[in-house]
T-cell receptor, first 113, second 112 residues
Framework: NAGVTQTPKFQVLKTGQSMTLQCAQDMNHNSMYWYRQDPGMGLRLIYYSASEGTTDKGEVPNGYNVSRLNKREFSLRLESAAPSQTSVYFC????????????FGQGTRLTVV | AQSVTQLGSHVSVSEGALVLLRCNYSSSVPPYLFWYVQYPNQGLQLLLKYTTGATLVKGINGFEAEFKKSETSFHLTKPSAHMSDAAEYFCAVSDPTGKLIFGQGTTLQVKP
């Protein structure tokens, strides 16, 4: 039972490069989320998907795009990476109703130089 | 819009002492509230949640939290801290649109 799987675990990019962070869950959850974690800022929501085929902006969407490929997978793309996007990125999923818990991946540590 | 505020970015206690981590929420509707813990270099895992019903919620590892509507608070407590409790703790509120909004986090240090 893998839960939420993120790839890669670590990545170093040069400014201006692009990349896609992958996330997959095997719990048949409707909702999926992308967060970034920065010291002193907690977790800030980038994008979320309440169900397959829908995506919505969170608190800090600028510079990112997402794709809900199917019910299992939710990817996050950086089209032109900037040093300000250096962060730890977490994917999460949950059943879809407000009172259910979210399950988190192990995170991707991204450094943009 | 829903939001949470965690008072104190760092809390330090001695082993065996009471742990109190503070969380206040803002919500226009009855809230669903969560506490998560993050150990170093790991993802987040659920400690406990409040949905409806009993206002004192018990979680894993001896933690509990009390929902106080009059104070808009959901503080996390543990009677006796253990070295293994050292971690970062996050309070979160669930938004009716499906968002899960987190506070800034509190780092708990446990001294021997």
């Amino acid at each position: 039972n893998a839960g939420v799987t993120q790839t890669p675990k670590f990545q170093v990019l040069k400014t201006g490069q692009s990349m896609t962070l992958q996330c997959a869950q095997d719990m048949n959850h409707n909702s999926m989320y992308w967060y970034r974690q920065d010291p002193g800022m907690g977790l800030r929501l980038i994008y979320y998907s309440a169900s397959e085929g829908t995506t919505d902006k969170g608190e800090v969407p600028n510079g990112y795009n997402v794709s809900r490929l199917n019910k299992r997978e939710f990817s996050l793309r950086l089209e032109s990476a900037a040093p300000s996007q250096t962060s730890v990125y977490f994917c999460a999923s949950r059943g879809g109703t407000e009172n259910t818990e979210a399950f988190f991946g192990q995170g991707t540590r991204l450094t943009v130089v | 819009a829903q939001s949470v505020t965690q008072l104190g970015s760092h809390v330090s206690v001695s082993e065996g002492a009471l742990v109190l981590l503070r969380c206040n929420y803002s919500s226009s509707v009855p809230p669903y509230l969560f506490w998560y813990v993050q150990y170093p270099n790991q993802g987040l895992q659920l400690l406990l949640k409040y949905t409806t019903g009993a206002t004192l919620v018990k979680g894993i590892n001896g933690f509990e939290a009390e929902f106080k509507k009059s104070e808009t608070s959901f503080h996390l407590t543990k009677p006796s801290a253990h070295m293994s409790d050292a971690a970062e703790y996050f309070c979160a509120v669930s938004d009716p649109t499906g968002k899960l909004i987190f506070g800034q986090g509190t780092t708990l240090q446990v001294k021997p």
